[in-house]
């Protein structure tokens, strides 16, 4: 990955066996499985590995030339400190503006865009997710049929809502998280709400006067199972399907306008990773990014504890050292966050991460970070904050998949972006997720999962140019509802996982 390195990756299909012979005269001692490091040179014990001239590890003992380098054979770095960093000192970004791409989108009251236009039933308390389940499978065999220009109808379904510390500062993550979950641009501005009626998150703490725009002269439309009018399951379901038609109706009206790809919020994240991450699909991702901001658009990067150990390289391209401070900030409260559990970033680090190549967390974070391009870094956003202005932003949020595609989500992301090397189906209801395989291997075998195969520039097949710009009219292409994602074909998505780092009672 860079000319300093000591180690580099072997791409072949199925690895290579002991006694191959690498161009530069290097004879394998080891079978080197596919995706994982082959020492380039002799090193010592104790001496440093270098992969992106980043040093992952330190020989536990001296590494022959040709040999098999594993997180076994290697001692992970400490953290860097969170001092001292350099703050807004990388060269101004001349990048040339990009115009003239639009996508078909739905323009909102706010000022907002929906790539799709999706009817959501916001809950107050994970008790009413089987009654919100059934009332929505209703609402689309009876009432979706009669509004063929609404998208979809989904349950915002959480574990969250009572039996928690509701008045502890943490819970205010969960709760924003939530609340601006409800006003995601592909819902249109419709706010419906089911409760239960005792549960310590009630509507109105949820949704407080103000925290959403409402029609003229309505109240917040919620349905509260509890309600006196309510005799039997029946009187339930009536009720929500009741509530949902004038939403419906208002949506159905909707219809796509021409708007400037500057309107795409798009969401990044990787899972499954492997060693191809870095190499293939997180670069296409980095370099697509940066044609997004010069677009106009707004990108946000997140997973705070394998962008950690790549520290330095975000707050350099901090556009202010207040920005910078920012970032710092997120990840000194990770790491406490972290300690409180007697945890540490090692635990990040996945057995499919490891069999995929990954050592431990250093090595991954170099490769994660690539998926932020180059542009500079305009915004931080804590856990369950909303976006406030366009740019690359650092959304901090925890690494798992799930709980960092609901906190994108709750910023605002219209369109997610999702690489993967071992592979997994993820989707997510609310917003399209386009898929993007890290090998050829992968996105030959879930040739009906993956939506782009970046496996393509290990193969020698495109750049990762190409990829890039691949990825970036693919995105057009999505957003303007001219082509569906494979998780969309196949109706496959993700449960909202909110993340609470306050006690449960």
Same mark, same amino acid.
């Given at each position: 990955m860079h000319i300093a390195d000591n180690v580099a990756i072997v791409v072949n299909d199925g690895g290579l066996p002991a006694g191959s012979i690498l161009p530069d005269? +290097?004879? /394998?001692?080891?079978? =080197? !499985?596919? #995706?994982?490091?082959?020492?380039?040179?002799?090193?010592?014990?104790?001496? +440093?590995? /270098?992969?992106?001239? =980043? !040093?992952? #590890?330190?020989?536990?003992?001296?590494?022959?030339?040709?040999?098999?380098?594993?997180?076994?054979?290697?001692?992970? !770095?400490?953290?860097r400190a969170l001092d001292n960093l350099p703050k807004a000192t990388a060269p101004a970004w001349n990048a040339e503006p990009l115009t003239g791409f639009t996508f078909e989108g739905y323009r909102n009251a706010d000022g907002s865009v929906g790539t799709r236009n999706i009817l959501a039933i916001t809950t107050t308390v994970q008790c009413v997710a089987g009654v919100v389940d059934f009332a929505v499978q209703r609402i689309k065999e009876q009432l979706l049929p009669r509004y063929p220009n609404v998208d979809d109808v989904i349950g915002l379904e959480h574990s969250y809502g009572c039996g928690v510390a509701i008045d502890a500062p943490d819970a205010i993550i969960p709760i924003r998280t939530l609340r601006n979950i409800s006003k995601n641009p592909n819902f249109g501005g419709e706010?419906?709400?089911?409760?239960l009626g005792c549960e310590k998150l009630q509507p109105e703490r949820l949704l407080p006067p103000g925290s959403i725009p409402l029609q003229a002269n309505e109240a917040l439309d919620v349905v509260c199972l509890q309600a006196d009018k309510h005799v039997g399951f029946m009187s339930m379901i009536d009720s929500v399907l009741a509530s949902a038609v004038p939403h419906l109706e208002r949506l159905n009206a909707r219809r796509r306008e021409t708007v400037p790809a500057s309107e795409l919020v798009?969401?990044?994240?990787?899972?499954?990773?492997?060693?191809?991450?870095?190499?293939?699909?997180?670069?296409?991702?980095?370099?697509?990014?940066?044609?997004?901001?010069?677009?106009?658009?707004?990108?946000?990067?997140?997973?705070?504890?394998?962008?950690?150990?790549?520290?330095?390289?975000?707050t350099v391209r901090a556009?202010?050292?207040?920005?910078?401070?920012?970032?710092?900030r997120e990840m000194a409260w990770y790491d406490a966050y972290l300690g409180r559990g007697q945890a540490d970033r090692s635990a990040n680090t996945t057995p499919g991460n490891k069999a995929g190549g990954l050592s431990n967390i250093v090595e991954k974070a170099m490769g994660s970070i690539i998926k932020s391009g180059t542009a500079p870094i305009s915004?931080?956003?804590?856990?369950?904050?909303?976006?406030?202005?366009?740019?690359?932003?650092?959304?901090?949020?925890?690494?798992?998949?799930?709980?960092c595609g609901t906190l994108q989500l709750a910023a605002g992301?219209?369109?997610?972006?999702?690489?993967?090397g071992r592979g997994t189906p993820y989707g997510l209801a609310e917003v399209p997720v386009i898929k993007v395989a890290t090998r050829t291997d992968l996105a030959r075998r879930w040739h009906d999962l993956m939506d782009v195969n970046a496996g393509r520039i290990a193969d020698g097949e495109a750049t990762i140019e190409d990829m890039g710009w691949e990825l970036f009219r693919l995105m057009l292409e999505v957003a303007s509802g001219r082509k569906k994602t494979w998780a969309e074909h196949w109706k496959l998505h993700n449960s909202l996982v909110l993340f609470n780092p306050a006690p449960i009672t």
């Open positions: 005269g +290097v004879t /394998l001692v080891d079978r =080197v !499985p596919q #995706g994982h490091k082959v020492a380039l040179t002799a090193i010592a014990k104790d001496a +440093v590995v /270098l992969r992106y001239d =980043v !040093p992952i #590890g330190y020989a536990l003992k001296d590494i022959p030339a040709g040999a098999w380098v594993h997180e076994r054979l290697l001692q992970m !770095p400490e953290a706010v419906m709400v089911v409760s798009v969401g990044v994240q990787c899972g499954g990773s492997d060693a191809f991450s870095g190499v293939t699909a997180n670069p296409a991702v980095g370099y697509c990014t940066d044609l997004l901001i010069r677009a106009g658009a707004t990108v946000m990067f997140s997973e705070t504890t394998e962008v950690r150990d790549a520290i330095e390289q975000m556009t202010s050292p207040e920005i910078a401070d920012a970032m710092a915004g931080v956003l804590s856990p369950g904050e909303r976006l406030q202005h366009k740019g690359l932003h650092y959304a901090a949020t925890p690494a798992s998949d799930f709980i992301m219209n369109l997610h972006v999702f690489t993967t």
